[in-house]
Every structure is written in C-alpha cells, then in structure tokens.
C-alpha cells in the first residue's frame, strides 16, 4: 500500500498556508493601547520584542490544517491498490494449454487469467487481439503490487516477441507447457490478393510463384489468391502485391506501387536495400521504397539460374516475409530459453511508477475537510464569544 | 443622584463607629468629640427637652422646673472647633479604571470616599468643605454644615469629571484662604503629580493636619497586562510601547519603592496616609486614618 497523487501540481496551493499564518502574526504585531497613569515607573529601556508568537494557535492549526487538505484534495491523492488478501496472480499466455495451466495452478488464492489485453479470466474465451506477448508481459509485471510473485504459463514456442528479453521488476515464476503461440495478428488475417503478370519469355518462373502461394496457403488455408495472367490484363484494381514477370514495365506499375503497392519486379537494376544474397554474398535482390509502397527487385528474371533459392523449401517463406516486410524480424523463441531476466535494484528503482490500479481518496479527503471546516468555524466563534479581540 | 448612590449601604453602615478628630486634640475621651476648646454642654442654647431618666439633675432647668412644674433639660449646641476641607483631585490621571472592574474608576472611589468623610463630619455636627483639583480651575464649595451643605458637596461631586492636569501654583492658591490653620485636610488622589503630594507637604507644615489617602488601581498593583502594550499617560499623552510580561517585575518593584518613599514622605511630615485600591472596601482607608487605633498616632500606615 502506498500514497500517491495523481496531480503533484495541486500542492503548489499549499502556498495558501502562508495567508492565516500572516494573519495571526499581524494581529500579534499590533499592541493594545491602554490608559496607564503610572506610566513613568513602567522602564523605557525594555522594547517590546517582536517574537513570533501565534495568536490563537489552535485555531491557526485548524485553518492550517484545512488548507493542506484542501491542497491535498486538488492533487488528486490515491492510494495504489491494496493485494492485502494474498491473492497471488498467475497469467496464461495464448497458445498455453489453460488445462495444463489450471493444474499447475490448481489451489485457492490463485487468480489464474489470460496474457491478453484487460487480462480477462481464464474461465472466459480468448478473444483474438494483436498486442505483443512481450508488452503483456511488462504490463502484467508494472501491474502487479510490489513484492508480489509473477506467475507465467506459457507454451513451448512463444511468439510477439520484441528484441530484448524483458527484465522485470518481480520475481518470476515461468511455467512452460505443450502448445505453440499463434502469433499472426489478426489484422493481417485478411484475404490477400497476388498478382501476378507475366511476359512470355517469362512465363517459366511463373511455377515458383505459384509453388509459394500454395505453401502460404497450406499454412493458412485460403489466404492468398494467385491471380495470373499475361501482361495485357494489367494492374488489377484489388491486389494487395504484385510481381511483375516482363522485361519492361510501364509507368502504370510505377504509379500503382507508389499509391501503396507491394510489387515484385523482374529485370529491374535499379538500387535498394540488399534483400537476399547468395553464398558469396553477392546480392540477389534489392528493396528500394517507392511512394507510399515499395518494389523488391530482382535484376534478372526469377529463375534457378539466377536466383538459385526458388528450389528451395525456404523460398516461400523468403518470399512471403519479403512482401509482408516488416514482418521480417523474428518475434518467436523458445520459451524455456527466453525466460525473463529479474531487473537489477537500480532499474526498479529508477522505473517510473506506473499508475496500476488505485483508489482515489478524494471523498475521503473532502470529508475531512469538512470536518476541518466545522472545527475552525467553532473554535473561531467559541473564541469569539469569550471576547477575544 | 444623592449620597445614597456614591456611598454603599454596607459601607455607609460601617462608618458608625468612625470619628473624624484632629491629631493635635487627640486622646481625651470627654464628652465631646473635640475636647481642647468645647466647653461641654450648653454653651449656646439650643432648645429645652423633656427630662429622661439618666440626665444629669445639674443639666436640669431648674428655673423652668419653677415656673411649668415640670422637668426640662437645656441642651445646648455645641461648638464645634473642626472644619473637614476635602480636596479631591480630578485630573486626568484620575480616569484609570481597572480591567477586572471598568465601571468604577479612581475618581468614582474618590467621590465614594469624600461623601464618607462628609457623612462622618454631618454626623458629628462639624463643618466641612469640598475643593475639587482638575480640569480649568479648583472648584470650591466653601465650608459649611447641616444636611444643605452635605447636598451642596454632593452635587458638586456627582458633576465632577475628570479632565486637565495638576494646577499650577497660582491657582491653588486661594485654597490658602479658605482652609484656616487647625482645619482638618482630607486628600484623596493619587500622588502621581509630584504637585500634590507637595501641596500635602505645605499644607501640614502651615499647621493644617492633612489625611492622604492615595488611590491607586489593582491593575496598578497587580500589572496583570499580557503581551505588547501601548501605555499611554491619560495627561501628557506620552506612551511607552512594551511588552508587558518583560517590564512587569521591574514596574512593581519601582512603583512599590515609589509608594514607599511617598509614605516616608508623608509620614517624615507628619501628614497621616492610607493607600485604598480600588478593589477594596470603601470605609478601609477612612478606619486607618480615623479608626480607634489611627487616633493614638499610628499614622503613615497606609503601606498594604
């Protein structure tokens, strides 16, 4: 449990403390005149010192003390949220088996809950989402009350992952079972549509292409659409890539790439990022951004003589991260190798708190405030009565 | 307002057994109250009186007796050698009012104890006079006796306030005039003018026999002031800012040595002194300087 505001700024109102304190001493400063005869053995020596010296100090408390609170209240003060009944927090990654899970985890006080956005609970249907493992796993780690156990079950395989293994700030207890993470988002589920437009002369790479797409589509079944033919059908309005099988292209593909197209272009030398190289590191295939799309092009046309890979089983794997692109680092690991390393004292100490669940405390806060408010205003007019000045 | 309202009953019921007397003629126990020159009873015919039983049978008129066939006493009124002149001083100085009791101040008690000494001088047949200090010039109600002059005084006493200083010398001289030697001088002030406690002086060295009584306040006595204070002279409107918890014991020990050696004073002069602060009763003062044992001389033992 621990005290925090969410609006540190609102403490600068304590500077209102200043005004009764002003006041009390003013009114202590003034000197009370009084009619005294006997005035000339009354020594002229001794100057009345000014001692700071409060003036009903009880009320001066109140009014202080009523101030900071109200202070306090604009600073918005929360309390982090208390795990005071020893729940211990165990999360399932997707693709883990939630049965082999429940076992493990098969006792009372364990709250056992998906690796998911909002951590839904285990007995709830996983909804597909498409957050990083690796950011659910930091998130589920800064959501955790301090000194708390991390418990993770994940599967054999895991996937979202980013590059560096996180390190979190509570100890961990990292779980591995059967199952594979299904780290394909969702939003790339959609159909999608490969063009393909072929010269004559090139016709003979067009078996390759289609070798890939079936691969791809073997993985996951109907996903891709191969759309060939010949030169003179054209770019087609509804494809997402395109390859471009022709000595030549016209400034037709040049636009359509540039609208945001993914276009795969033989006999093209011009410059790009090194796609693929051979053995010898010679460069086999550039990427060069083009607009808002982009073109991965092969300087020759895509044979087995050129481009000696299109035998092989990876090509279609080659191919398929070439046109997704960003896709291309790896985001899968082992999971009993990528177990989460323990922050050191310095970084926990340095991370910035994040803001987990908490408690406002402002009806508390206003409560005593008016509390506050009635003491002040009685011990002000109880004084007043007595005929204090 | 009468003498009712400046004297308490309690206080005017305690006065009965108090005598106004010069020091000089003190000590007989005769039959008057002024034994030097009254020639006893029936220097100057008064009226005639049924005889009752007790009287004298040389008092009764026996040439009377003669004539009515029937007993009657002679009274005579008797001579009374004493004047009370009561000075009171009304100056400024006068208007102090303690904190505990804001309604009587000094001159209040003043006023309360000059209408005592009236009281005492009425009752006991004596003349007696009022001058009042302060303000523009000394007012003065010449002496007198009998009830109209008791009002006379009294009047002039409930319309007194408080105002002005200490008058110069000049002005009080006509006092010279009026008060005659072997008159009896009750003042009743607070000493604080240095003209006063001078005049007191002159007075008792020119043959008069003075009573001081000195009024001071409990305030004055006590200083229960806390925290800063302006002090302000009511007649000179110096002040002295201070605070008050500091001087406090240096002002008692002063203003003690202050009344002190004004006691000293008095009494190296032979003038009998009593100090009356204001939270006590009335008739105090006037027991010490009137009571049984003040007559035999005890004079000057004001100090509390």
């Known amino acids: 449990m621990s005290f925090a505001l969410l609006a540190p700024l609102g403490l600068a109102a304590l500077a209102a403390c200043t005004l009764p304190i002003l006041i009390h001493l003013v009114r202590r400063l003034q000197l009370e005149r009084t009619e005294f005869a006997a005035l000339r053995w009354i020594s002229a020596r001794v100057q009345p010192r000014r001692r700071i010296r409060f003036e009903r100090p009880w009320l001066l408390l109140a009014r202080l003390l009523l101030l900071a609170t109200l202070a306090l209240l604009l600073a918005r003060p929360v309390l982090d949220q208390v795990e005071a009944n020893g729940v211990e927090h165990a999360y399932i990654a997707p693709g883990a088996d939630p049965a082999a899970a429940r076992a493990l985890f098969d006792r009372v006080g364990v709250d056992l809950r998906w690796l998911a956005p909002s951590f839904p609970k285990a007995e709830q249907p996983l909804a597909d989402h498409a957050v990083p493992f690796a950011s659910l796993l930091r998130e589920a780690d800064a959501s955790l009350p301090a000194g708390a156990t991390l418990h993770v079950v994940v599967p054999r395989t895991l996937g979202g992952l980013d590059g560096e293994r996180p390190r979190l700030a509570h100890a961990l207890d990292w779980h591995v079972v059967d199952g594979e993470a299904n780290a394909t988002p969702v939003a790339a589920r959609a159909t999608i549509h490969f063009a393909v437009r072929y010269a004559d002369e090139d016709a003979t790479s067009l078996p390759y292409l289609r070798a ?36 030549s292209r016209p400034a037709e593909v040049d636009a359509w790439v540039e609208r945001g197209g993914i276009a795969l272009v033989a006999h093209d030398a011009g410059g790009g990022e090194p796609l693929w190289r051979d053995a010898d590191g010679s460069v086999l295939a550039r990427s060069r951004v083009q607009g808002a799309g982009r073109t991965i092009a092969l300087p020759d046309r895509l044979s087995p003589t050129r481009l000696p890979d299109v035998l092989d089983a990876r090509f279609a794997t080659l191919l398929l991260d070439a046109l997704r692109g960003a896709a291309g680092a790896p985001d899968r690991a082992d999971a009993a190798a ?52 | 307002m009468t003498l009712q309202a400046l004297v308490p009953v309690d206080v005017r019921a305690r006065l009965r057994d108090l005598r106004l007397a010069l020091r000089s003629h003190a000590g007989g126990d005769g039959l008057g109250q002024h034994t030097s020159r009254s020639r006893g009873a029936g220097l100057e015919f008064a009226q005639y009186r049924a005889y009752e039983p007790g009287d004298e049978p040389r008092r009764i008129d026996w040439k009377l007796y003669a004539r009515s066939d029937r007993y009657f006493v002679r009274e005579a009124e008797r ?80 319309q007194c306030r408080p105002g002005g200083a200490w008058p110069a010398e000049a002005a009080v001289r006509p006092l010279w005039e009026r008060i005659a030697p072997s008159s009896l001088v009750v003042l009743l002030s607070d000493f604080f003018d240095d003209a006063a406690a001078v005049l007191a002086e002159r007075l008792a060295s020119a043959r008069r026999d003075v009573a001081s009584v000195q009024l001071l306040g409990a305030d004055e006595r006590d200083f229960p002031f806390r925290g800063g204070h302006r002090f302000v002279d009511p007649e000179s409107s110096a002040e002295r800012r201070v605070e008050a918890e500091r001087v406090r014991a240096d002002f008692l020990e002063r203003f003690g040595a202050a009344r002190a050696q004004l006691a000293r004073r008095f009494v190296a002069n032979g003038i009998r002194h009593a100090e009356y602060l204001l939270d006590q009763p009335a008739d105090l003062p006037l027991r010490r300087l009137f009571g049984a044992q003040a007559s035999s001389g005890a004079s000057g033992e004001g100090a509390t």
């Open chain 1, 212 to 247: 890939a797409v079936a691969a791809w589509n073997a993985r996951e079944p109907g996903r891709y659409l191969l759309d060939a033919a010949p030169l003179a059908r054209g770019v087609p309005a509804d494809a997402r890539w395109l390859a471009w099988l022709a000595p």
């Open chain 1, 338 to 389: 990528f177990e989460p390393a323990r922050a050191t004292y310095e970084e926990r100490i340095d991370a910035a708190p994040l803001p987990g669940p908490v408690r406002p405390l402002d009806a508390r806060f206003a409560l005593l405030a008016a509390i506050l408010f009635v003491v002040e205003r009685v011990l002000a007019t109880h004084v007043a009565q007595r005929g204090a000045p």
């Open chain 2, 79 to 158: 001579d009374s050698p004493l004047t009370a002149w009561i000075v009171v001083d009304a100056t400024a100085s006068m208007r102090h009012v303690d904190r505990a009791a804001p309604a009587r101040g000094k001159l209040d008690a003043a006023k309360t104890l000059a209408a005592c000494v009236i009281e005492l001088a009425l009752r006991q047949g004596d003349r007696f006079g009022l001058v009042v200090l302060g303000g523009d010039a000394p007012r003065v109600v010449p002496a007198g006796a009998g009830a109209r002059q008791r009002d006379r005084c009294v009047l002039e006493l409930v």
